[in-house]
């Protein structure tokens, strides 16, 4: 008995389909900061490969130039520095904490500091930068739960209009304005979001409990976290609302905070003695999506001559 031409076909074109889904095989480099080996964060990378974080306690900005180049870079004058996000011409924000204890999102510009306060806000950060020098991030009270979610661009903010706002923060945004984050409606859940043109799309890892977008590139891939039914927190990639989880080997748990428009993706993880090491994972090559077509389309046709010789011979 012969399985059908359809199925057969249908079978292979399956099979190949997935492997065109499939994602990248990555090549992890960790990031250990030589200030302090047990706790260093990747946040931000741009498309040239060039890495922003921080690291050690109190928290000091840094900028990496791979493989193992540390830059500092602190807000003068800042007892904390926490540097988020660069763009392509090497512009960076994060935030930083004054003398007196607070909060202020910064931009560094050419090698020029400003901050960058929210009006009326105790606190204000910023967590992503677009090539356009749009910036997003959140601002509050100072209360954990009173945070919102904006974006901002020369002293301008817009504040977004999410489904709650019990907590929220924007944590990247891309060249064409589109913007990922995350939003709490209640105190215990968290659900990312994506934002195109003030439309709200929400991102949310199949299982998943918790789950945070941190970083979007031009071609609208979507990094983050998420946590399982285990509580184990995973990173994730999302293409198109394909999601692909991500562990560092032998972690604990992994966060992916930015990826670039290489794919290359940035972000920290945890070992089983708690310390904290960043990573950056660069894709290998995967198969071209017009050489799969091909190959697919190749290969039916020799299923279906295969099988037409097998009909033949059972006449």
């Known amino acids: ?56 306690t109190p928290k000091q ?32 924000v994060g935030f930083y904490v004054d003398g ?34 749009e910036a997003v991030g959140f601002s509050g009270t100072g209360a954990i739960l009173g945070q919102q979610a904006f974006s901002e661009v ?17 944590t990247g945004i891309n060249s064409a304005g589109n913007i990922v984050g995350w939003y709490m409606p209640d105190s215990s859940s968290s659900i990312g979001f994506l934002d195109v043109g003030g439309v709200i799309t929400s991102v949310v890892a199949p299982g998943a409990i918790f789950t945070e977008a941190w970083g979007i590139n031009d071609s609208g891939a979507i990094v983050g976290n998420y946590v399982d039914a285990a509580n184990v927190t995973h990173g994730f990639i999302d293409l198109g609302g394909m999601f692909t989880s991500f562990d560092v080997p032998g972690a604990d748990l992994t966060t992916i905070t930015d990826i670039n428009n290489s794919g290359q993706i940035v972000g920290w993880y945890t070992d089983a003695s708690n310390d904290i090491f960043g990573f950056v994972a660069t894709p290998t090559s995967v198969p071209e999506p017009a050489s799969l077509t091909l190959l697919s389309i190749g290969l039916a046709s020799v299923i279906i001559l295969r099988q037409r010789q097998l009909n033949r011979a059972q006449i």
């Open 100 to 133: 007196g204890g607070g909060t202020h999102g910064f931009v560094n510009q050419g090698g020029t500091f400003s901050t960058v306060d929210a009006p009326g806000a105790a606190v204000t950060e910023l967590l992503g930068l677009n090539n356009t020098n």
């Open 1 to 56: 008995m012969h399985m059908p031409v359809k199925t057969v076909v249908m079978l292979a074109l399956l099979y190949l389909t997935t492997r065109l889904m499939a994602s990248p095989v990555y090549t992890i480099q960790q990031i250990i900061s030589p200030s302090d080996p047990t706790l260093t964060l990747a946040l931000g990378i741009n498309d040239a490969g060039t890495i922003t974080g921080t690291n050690g």
């Open 154 to 170: 020369g002293g301008a903010f817009t504040y977004l209009l999410l489904p709650s706002n019990v907590r929220s923060q924007a």
């Open 61 to 92: 900005g840094f900028v990496l130039t791979l493989p193992n180049s540390f830059t500092p870079q602190n807000f003068p004058g800042s007892t904390a520095t926490q540097v988020f996000d660069i763009n392509n011409a090497g512009n960076t």
